[in-house]
């Protein structure tokens, strides 16, 4: 019989230094966002087996930094086709430089574009950004979310995104850590606020309303490096989900990210 096709991913850096994603088929490989400097982009790539010059398309959520550092001098060495949603692309000129024409594609909010055997559905987040939105990657019976930069999870979020076998999912801050740490009270109001940032508690309810029969895997995501602890999220996700009923480890694992270490590439065929 021949091979069944698999899909792989690995999250090449995710905080709020930088945030890159790779996503791979037998035939296409995305890049999602590009938030350090193209050398860091290349020592991450590097670090999971795969090369920046093999990169088929960048896919780009919103214009913050975290999320395009390297985006213009990688566009323009390897020449990477980018896609980004309109108000996306009028915002990011300043920052990522002077960008060919026949590089720029248009990818707008709550569509589905195709990438070889990859189906990448797009839908909005609550952010303070121009239009940011994030995607979901479909091949065959298989599904890969990612999420991260949102204040809350809609009842429409919650529908794009649920049942997937893996998900990179937002757990910014520990509230009370973010109340009682160096930050103004203006930037403690914007990350809780509903354009802000997910805190661990809000991430673990979320999770208990979209995870399905299918997931297997979270990843918890862009972890503030002032207010949260990778012990203190993975703790505060375990208990809300164990407090709906959830019990991680036999129905479902639950793993870090690192702003400075990619997770190892992994393919959705082989989890378990």
Request: one cysteine or more; glycine letters at 8%.
């Amino acid at each position: 019989m021949p091979a069944v096709a698999d899909l792989r991913y690995s999250f090449l850096t995710s905080g709020s230094s930088g945030n890159a994603t790779l996503i791979e088929s037998d035939s296409q490989l995305l890049l999602i966002d590009c938030g350090h400097s193209g050398k860091k982009m290349e020592e991450l790539c590097q670090s999971v087996g795969r090369s920046l010059a093999d990169v088929d398309a960048m896919l780009i959520t919103h214009e913050h930094s975290d999320h395009i550092k390297g985006l213009g001098v990688l566009a323009r060495k390897y020449q990477i086709p980018i896609y980004a949603n309109e108000k996306t692309w009028q915002a990011m000129p300043q920052s990522v430089g002077e960008i060919a024409t026949d590089l720029k594609y248009i990818f707008n909010e709550d569509s589905v574009k195709t990438f070889g055997s990859i189906d990448v559905e797009s839908f909005t987040v609550s952010h303070d950004a121009a239009s940011p939105m994030f995607y979901t990657f479909h091949q065959g019976a298989h599904k890969i979310v990612t999420m991260t930069d949102t204040g809350y999870v809609s009842e429409r979020m919650k529908g794009v995104i649920r049942n997937a076998d893996v998900y990179l999912f937002e757990s910014n801050h520990d509230v009370a850590m973010l109340r009682a740490g160096r930050y103004p009270w203006n930037t403690k109001q914007r990350i809780l606020g509903d354009e802000g940032h997910l805190s661990n508690e809000d991430a673990g309810m979320a999770m208990s309303e979209v995870i399905g029969d299918k997931t297997k895997r979270i990843y918890l995501g862009h972890l503030s490096q002032d207010n949260n602890m990778k012990d203190i999220a993975r703790m505060t996700v375990e208990q809300t989900l164990a407090q709906q009923g959830i019990a991680v480890g036999p129905q479902v694992r639950i793993f870090d990210t690192d702003p400075n270490k990619a997770t190892p590439l992994t393919g959705l065929n082989h989890l378990i």
